[in-house]
């Protein structure tokens, strides 16, 4: 397990430079208590605590997504550092009010996929790197998102599907935004069945290969639009 003496300066305090790594450290090895009581002491330094706690997120997630190789990828470390990460985050703002500096977006698996896995790793990856998550949870119908997104004001809705019948689902999302107004909202889907498709398949405007890849999707569409 990660010891947080590692990084601090010898001879003296740890830096807050050795604070922002031990609280990263953690969070990457999916240390959830060790997490917990570095994100304490980093909150605790100055006034600008909380923003680092959140900056320390996302550099965490950061690091996990350029581990998503081949090679390299580790479901379960994933979910570990994910749920650290949800830790710290409910620690921060115990109420669920994470600020989403990025924007809100809508989750879901549809009706008739009770697998939920592959959605709470991509809620916990998004929460951490800064977007306002909306879960509507497993078995979802298609009507339920949409309200949602309205309600919400989101700026993208995320769908995650296992089986294959969710392709037929999934096509029915872009018709049905359009009807209620909400053609602009971006939709991208993931899982073992949808990440077969193509985009133009599915009718939406991404497919997501994991929970990292529809992040960077999400920020660069963020950053590109006027």
Do not use: W
Request: proline residues 5%; contains cysteine; charged residues 25%.
């Amino acid at each position: 397990m990660y010891e947080p003496a590692q990084v601090a300066s010898s001879g003296g305090p740890p830096t807050d430079v050795a604070l922002d790594a031990a609280l990263v450290a953690c969070l990457m090895e999916g240390d959830s208590q060790g997490a917990l009581a570095e994100a304490r002491r980093l909150k605790g330094t100055q006034a600008s605590g909380e923003r680092r706690v959140l900056q320390a997120l996302e550099r965490a997630m950061d690091g996990m997504s350029e581990k998503c190789t081949t090679e390299q990828f580790n479901l379960l470390e994933i979910m570990l550092a994910g749920r650290a990460a949800t830790a710290v985050a409910h620690d921060l703002f115990p109420q669920d009010d994470v600020p989403g500096t990025k924007g809100t977006v809508v989750i879901a698996t549809p009706e008739g996929d009770v697998h939920d896995l592959g959605k709470n790793l991509t809620r916990m990856v998004l929460a951490a790197k800064g977007f306002h998550v909306v879960d509507c949870g497993k078995d979802c119908p298609l009507p339920v998102m949409i309200r949602a997104v309205a309600q919400e004001r989101a700026f993208a809705l995320l769908v995650s599907g296992l089986i294959s019948p969710m392709v037929v689902m999934v096509r029915q999302l872009r018709p049905l935004l359009r009807e209620q107004g909400l053609a602009h909202v971006r939709v991208l889907a993931g899982g073992a069945a949808l990440k077969q498709c193509t985009a133009e398949v599915l009718n939406v405007d991404y497919v997501a290969s994991d929970a990292f890849d529809g992040a960077r999707d999400l920020e660069a569409f963020l950053r590109e639009r006027p």
